[in-house]
């Protein structure tokens, strides 16, 4: 073994924290040592890894799962196996894995980590695998298990220029089923003509009550509605719904509580749903509705019909600036020593 | 036939609006001829009538269910079969009956109807059988259809002294289901006691945040909540839930939106449900499922275990004060010539 890859082979770069506080302060890189394999360990190199807004949260402490500290940032990304324990039966070195935990710490170079921890993927392109686990997984799921939308039925959702909005978005087109899509506006974008081109039917602005309600009456009322502001932006959403229909919220990026009339609920029979990933795979992992799930969107993404969100490359040293952008467009760290920035 | 008993057979008080607007205002005493009986048709003399807060809003024009106008006000209320028309087969003179429809026209003395109007009740005291179909229907059915609660479980109410809540907290005393109930404080009322003294296990005025979240320690969270008062008032009752549990809407007296935070629905996935006696009864009239509700709760009336809310009979005349007082205590029509106001 030459010098340098047994150097590689015991020690991992990793963004480690070991207090809660603003993220880019907390975020150190460290060098932590990489344990020798027992019989049932893989080692992995991770290729990608996501910043979602759940891991700005959990550095700030405000996240419901909270690892034990000191621990390593991020919970989403792809990573290849690269050697294998003597007793491993499920994976083969050069399959391609995501974390099957949360709180797993993927910002870093490499793991050594008992196989029970990562689950192999489909194959699919190092960004589409490093970006599976949350927003495509989410959007699939809200469209599969509440109140699912026939071909040619109707969808609304607000923030749809989000990762999962986005996703709900092709993932409908490729169905046969057709989105209304909320947006905020802002000076100059071209928002709109981006979301027509993914395959959105319907693009409005948060401002655009009259217009979205006159069209509301010109199509059979949606059934689902997918709400990720909340506050009285869930109301638009709640007016177009129809009746015995299910408002489902993920995120809350106005920061308020949903205002929910009763009389808009009560007379239409609308039901509201939460949805949170990490509950569903906690319950659902390794399951055949995930082993499809992943498979359907895998074919999506090799198809080309789900294109990854934008987002910028960097590497791990580059963490500030990665968390200091991370609401404004998605971030994921490369594994590549000579990784400058990127954008997509 | 004498002349007396032809003139009864004849006409028809009733509580007659020509328009919308201020209930006291709007309703006026009308005479109805009651039209000859076809061969399916009844004629029953209505024996006590309730006014619901619906049926303000139905006067007011603000409630979705709008009759033809002129009509009769009231929707809940029981009556006798008086004749019968010679092809009636589901009824005989002598039973007991209550509206089939909703906008049925219950505060007037008497009726002709088709027999499918009207459905036979079981036998119980006729102030029970006038308030069977909205207040503990209700209460029956939250209890029943939504992540129902076991023997020894907990389920947390607010607005607990309304008659639904009053319903509330018998029918789960009388199935071994302990309640959390929350009320507003006045000035020197004794509600709490009354409340514990139907059988209510726990009784928090809503200002008392701290004494309830300290209580809600000590014993298996509910999985159930019911909110008939909407607004900021929802929060304790998502705070108090456990997980995978239902909250439940039947009325927003607060008249504010309900203010859901994201977090306290999300990580406990907790499901909000509104529920609608109306659409209840549309959908499963009829029913086994009704057949065994109106059995149990007329079950419960005759052992004692379900008494009526406080209620003020009224005659018909006194239609200005039944309908000025509807929201402070329950108003009831007694259809008794010689009737003069008489509090329970």
């Given at each position: 073994?030459?010098?340098?890859?047994?150097?590689?082979?015991?020690?991992?770069?990793?963004?480690?924290?070991?207090?809660?506080?603003?993220?880019?302060?907390?975020?150190?890189?460290?060098?932590?040592?990489?344990?020798?394999?027992?019989p049932?360990?893989?080692?992995?190199?991770?290729?990608?890894?996501?910043?979602?807004?759940?891991?700005?949260?959990q550095?700030?402490?405000?996240?419901p799962i909270?690892?034990t500290?000191?621990?390593?940032?991020?919970?989403?990304?792809?990573?290849?196996?690269?050697?294998?324990?003597?007793?491993v039966?499920?994976?083969?070195?050069?399959?391609r894995?995501?974390?099957?935990?949360?709180g797993?710490?993927?910002?870093?170079?490499?793991?050594?980590t008992?196989?029970?921890?990562?689950k192999?993927?489909?194959?699919m392109?190092?960004?589409?695998?490093?970006?599976?686990?949350?927003?495509?997984?989410?959007?699939?799921r809200m469209l599969?298990?509440f109140?699912?939308p026939?071909?040619?039925?109707?969808?609304?959702?607000?923030?749809?220029?989000?990762?999962?909005?986005?996703?709900?978005?092709?993932?409908?087109?490729?169905?046969?089923?057709?989105?209304?899509n909320?947006?905020?506006?802002?000076?100059?974008?071209?928002?709109?003509?981006?979301?027509?081109?993914?395959?959105?039917?319907k693009?409005?602005?948060?401002?655009?009550?009259k217009e979205?309600?006159?069209?509301?009456k010109?199509?059979?009322?949606?059934?689902?509605?997918?709400?990720?502001?909340s506050?009285?932006?869930?109301?638009?959403?709640?007016?177009?719904?129809?009746p015995?229909?299910?408002?489902v919220?993920?995120?809350?990026?106005?920061?308020?509580?949903?205002?929910?009339?009763f009389?808009?609920?009560?007379f239409?029979?609308?039901t509201?749903?939460?949805?949170?990933?990490?509950?569903?795979?906690?319950?659902?992992?390794?399951?055949?509705?995930?082993?499809?799930?992943?498979?359907d969107?895998?074919?999506?993404?090799?198809?080309?019909e789900?294109?990854?969100?934008?987002?910028?490359?960097?590497?791990?040293?580059?963490?500030?600036?990665?968390?200091?952008?991370a609401?404004?467009?998605?971030?994921?760290?490369?594994?590549?020593?000579?990784?400058?920035?990127?954008?997509h």
């Open positions: 073994m030459k010098l340098t890859s047994l150097l590689l082979a015991r020690f991992a770069q990793a963004l480690t924290y070991s207090s809660h506080g603003p993220p880019s302060s907390v975020l150190y890189l460290d060098s932590l040592p990489l344990p020798d394999l027992t049932t360990d893989v080692r992995i190199k991770i290729l990608a890894a996501t910043v979602n807004p759940s891991d700005y949260n550095l700030e402490g405000t996240y909270k690892p500290l000191p621990a390593v940032g991020g919970n989403e990304g792809v990573a290849e196996v690269v050697e294998i324990g003597e007793e039966r499920g994976l083969n070195v050069g399959d894995v995501i974390p099957a935990v949360a797993f710490g993927t910002w870093r170079t490499q793991a050594v008992d196989e029970s921890m990562v192999r993927i489909p194959e392109s190092t960004i589409s695998g490093a970006m599976l686990a949350v927003n495509p997984c989410t959007a699939y599969e298990d109140n699912k026939e071909q040619g039925g109707w969808v609304i959702q607000n923030g749809a220029n989000s990762a999962v909005g986005r996703a709900v978005i092709q993932i409908c087109k490729a169905r046969g089923v057709r989105t209304i909320i947006i905020r506006q802002k000076d100059n974008d071209d928002l709109k003509q981006e979301l027509l081109a993914l395959g959105a039917d693009v409005f602005y948060d401002k655009e009550d979205l309600s006159s069209f509301c010109t199509i059979p009322a949606p059934g689902l509605a997918l709400n990720m502001v506050g009285r932006s869930t109301i638009p959403l709640l007016k177009a719904l129809g015995d229909s299910a408002l919220t993920y995120g809350a990026m106005s920061k308020l509580p949903m205002s929910i009339p009389g808009l609920t009560v239409k029979n609308i509201l749903h939460s949805y949170w990933m990490t509950r569903w795979t906690k319950q659902h992992g390794r399951s055949e509705l995930e082993h499809t799930m992943f498979n969107i895998a074919d999506m993404c090799n198809s080309g789900l294109v990854p969100p934008p987002y910028v490359e960097r590497g791990l040293r580059d963490y500030s600036s990665a968390m200091e952008n609401f404004r467009v998605k971030q994921v760290f490369i594994n590549d020593p000579k990784k400058f920035l990127k954008v």
